[in-house]
């Protein structure tokens, strides 16, 4: 790993972005962050796991091992993270596997045209963590077709093969682990605060980064304390996902659509009532709703099929330029290694 690395805050406000509701005024403009080589170099485009901006830790170490390695780097957020719907969705309704990729296929067209003149790119590979990883398989197989940007290699770490398969499991995981009602996740929250006061006590300092998290990953010590802060943070950001849909399909799930919040009112009362809301029902009063409304051919069916990697087999199949790296120990074979091995065979 490098020592350091340079690194910019790129803020851009995109043409086709949709007016925002009045809730999202802190989010009209996208933020990606780059880091650039001083000759020319490759440029590698790392895309956010779900929920996730561009610049987590994750990324973080991304970043530093690629320009280690002598690319450019640039890392985007998930389409599933706030700031990505209201600044860069074309929708506002995340989860369409192929709608989200094009979207940042765009974002990566406007940004990649935009950077100084100074940067000079001699290749492009993209890459993704966790949900990202499919919208990058995905990125590549629509510039197969477009040409925009030529994309050389594409590197999936951990994708999902059935997006809503995956998203079900960690619903699973959130009711066995922690329950409906809020009892569950205050002695989650419990525990890790009272760990995280003590932790700060002894250092007799604070400073929220690398430290705390690892003072707060050192305080899960049994499986049904990992099970419950994975459960959790998928589920909080399944919450974004759901309240920013509903605000732009204007479906009435959990929003009125007559009386949205506005700037300064308190969402408590909201967040709560999605903390208990799965997947199943984004999928069925949202996302659905609004694609069966904008895709006349479209079915329930369908739109989940469209949600798995099955939509571009033919690519992962034949072409050498895609790559995939997954666990051994993935929870469910058909989603990890198995799972990429029967699309590869057919």
Known sequence: MPQSVPLRELIIALPWALPAPEVFWFDRKLRVWFSEQNHPAPLAVVISGTGGDGNTAKLSMLRAALYGAGYHVLTLPSPTFPGFIVAASSTG??????????????????????????????????????????????IKSIDATEGKLNIHRVVMINPPVSLFASIDRLDKLFAASIGPGDEGIDKLYRTLYAGLANYYRASEKVQVGTDVLAAAGSL??????????????????????????????????????????????????MARTLRDKPFSEYFWKVFAPYYLAHRPEATPESLLADGRLDIIAESLRNNADYYAQTNDDELDPGQGRAGLAAIHAG
């Open 93 to 138: 309704v995340a989860g369409d596997l192929r709608q989200d990729s094009r979207d940042l296929y765009a974002v990566m067209q406007h940004v990649i045209a935009h950077l100084p003149h100074r940067v000079r790119i001699t290749d492009i590979d993209v890459l993704g963590y966790s949900l990202g990883a499919a919208h990058a398989a995905v």
């Open 220 to 269: 899960l010590k049994s499986d049904e304390d990992f099970s419950a802060t994975i459960a959790l943070t998928f589920r909080m950001a399944l919450i974004n996902v759901f309240f920013a849909g509903d605000m732009y399909a204007r479906t009435g799930a959990v929003v009125d659509p007559k009386h949205p919040p506005r700037v300064g009112d308190s969402l408590e009362g």
